[in-house]
Nanobody, 126 residues
């Protein structure tokens, strides 16, 4: 059974950086598409970034140029490097596996995944 465990969240000032990590335990649900989405209380999921098994990446417009998704298959770990953070980036961030399409994962309202972790909180103050 696959399990995803996120870490690296925290509180930072605007303009700061954080690096989120996602440790993947068990067999990968999908080797094709993994990603990160975020969610604030009372809001729908918002796709942030996605990556496929060829390391092709996609990003939501709101984070392009500031966030970088990457993976280390040898360590079974997915990363999200977040730079130039803004208060509007504050949310619970989730690592997820099994997106159907890289573009849909970052453009759809409430993008669907097969499995996701418990989340890690990111708070950016102005």
């Amino acid at each position: 059974v696959q399990r995803l465990v996120e870490s690296g969240g925290g509180s930072v000032q605007a303009g700061g950086s954080l690096r989120l990590s996602c440790q993947i335990y068990g067999n990968r649900w999908s080797s094709y598409c993994m990603g990160w989405f975020r969610q604030s209380p009372g809001q729908l999921r918002e796709g942030v970034a996605a990556i496929d098994d060829a390391d092709t990446t996609t990003y939501a417009d709101a984070v392009k140029g500031r966030f970088t998704i990457s993976q280390d298959n040898a360590k079974n770990t997915l990363y999200l490097q977040m730079n130039s953070l803004k208060p509007e980036d504050s949310a619970m961030y989730y690592c997820a596996d099994g997106c159907a399409d890289l573009e849909v994962a970052v453009t759809a309202i409430n993008p669907l995944y097969n499995i996701w972790g418990q989340g890690t909180q990111v708070t950016v103050s102005s």
